[in-house]
């Protein structure tokens, strides 16, 4: 059993103070996440404090110190209500556009990290939700063959691309063997929710592993109790929707 800290919506108008906290809770119990990282923000929700000229430095920061920087889509905007093949929520940036659409984001985003200094080799999508564009736009304008996202037990491979579950946004113990990514968004937490993190980490230290150090080579395809748990996972949604 293995968990894994993810860090939705960094970027160069985040709020600062919350991630700075973040960081010296995840630094006080040497915790090394994936920040995904919104390359060209144009979300409204995400222009939290004024633009920060220091942002791409701090990232380059972290990635020396073992933390994973990935890609976080484009501009973050939502653009359909599809939910792709991992249909977390009905509206993304990716899923239902066309490929041109989709390689031109892909496109946009990839350089902007390329310009900054850094080569992704993930890709978390927006709201979780993309489909088989993004991959084909991922294979063609970039070199990231990981996704951070799916709801399976263990990373698993398909075709080219080897897929990492994130299954729960906040941390909790489970008795089930796994690789588990708990996901926060650290803009939009509250105290409350910084102290449960930091409490459950001081207890639970030596079960987190970072993403540089997951043995993602010789993975197997999807096997079929991950398929299993994906497909009642998506059912008790649609019940209780
Ligand atoms: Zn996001």
Redesign the pocket.
Known sequence: MKYLIRL??ACETMDLNKWLKMERILFKYDIKPLI?V?PNNE?DM?KINPFNKGFWQWIKGLETKGWEIGL??NN?VYKTNEGGINPIHKRSEFAGLSLDDQKEKIKKGWSKMKEMGFSPRMF?A??HTFDNNTLKALKTESDIRIISDTMAFYPYKINDFVFIPQQLGAVRNINIPGIYTFCY?PNTMNDSEFSHLDEFLSKNQKKFTSFKDLDLDDLKSKTIFDRILSFLYFQFRKLFR
């Open positions: 939705d919506d995904a919104i979300d995400q976080h889509g973050h978390v927006p709201s968004h």
